[in-house]
């Protein structure tokens, strides 16, 4: 796919080329040019590589926080961005029509941006984009500890990831920026919907923590 050139933040020093950044995607650094590691599943959670939501909280401007566990009974659609990655902003306005799409077949969307001036930017984000879900932001270690990431893995953690959640509470299915699914994401979103509302098991197994 032809797309930006995943960016690091200026104090690395590093252009994308340099860093050995696919072009198409962008890497969340940790302060002190840490990479964000993806956590090497060494097993699943469980025996049908389910596992359960962790508590997660969006905080939002002017409105509400929202809980993911709120919406315990409806199908979650979760994802985490950047609010500057063109990648990110292109995926809110596929998740605009797919929200009203499914609005009305119990399904939600959520978006968390967590990256770093994500809150300063919000506001702006949301007026230029004008998603119909609820839009927020936490810190980028609440979204390491819910995705169960740790450091120890040397590669990048790509935005937008996305998390599908089940009527249940358990998340069915964790899609990583770099994943062939963001290839088409109108098509891979619609399709994962599709199987979580017929009960169907998803695509992609879960990691989990080994």
């Excluded at 088409?184 to 990691?207: F, K, M, Q, Y």
């Amino acid at each position: 796919m032809r797309g930006f050139a995943g960016a690091i933040p200026a104090s690395s020093g590093e252009r994308p080329e340099q860093a050995g950044l696919p072009h198409g995607r962008r890497a969340i650094r940790l302060p002190g040019g840490i990479f964000l590691g993806v956590l090497l599943a060494c097993g699943l959670a469980a025996a049908d590589g389910v596992r359960p939501s962790p508590p997660f909280e969006i905080q939002r401007l002017n409105a509400p926080s929202v809980r993911v566990s709120q919406y315990r009974g409806k199908i979650v659609a979760l994802a985490f961005i950047d609010t500057t990655c063109p990648h990110c902003q292109d995926l809110t306005t596929t998740l605009k029509g797919i929200a009203q799409d499914y609005a009305g077949r119990g399904v939600v969307v959520l978006e968390c941006a967590f990256n770093d001036g994500a809150r300063a930017g919000l506001a702006e984000f949301q007026q230029r984009f004008d998603p119909p879900f609820p839009l927020g932001w936490n810190t980028r270690a609440a979204v390491m500890s819910y995705l169960q990431y740790n450091l120890l893995d040397p590669r990048p953690l790509y935005v937008p990831h996305m998390v599908f959640i089940d009527r249940g509470g358990a998340i069915r299915a964790d899609y990583p920026g770099e994943d062939v699914f963001f290839r088409d994401p109108n098509a891979s979103i619609r399709a994962e919907l599709d199987r979580l509302l017929r009960g169907g098991r998803s695509a992609t197994p879960v990691r989990g923590k080994p």
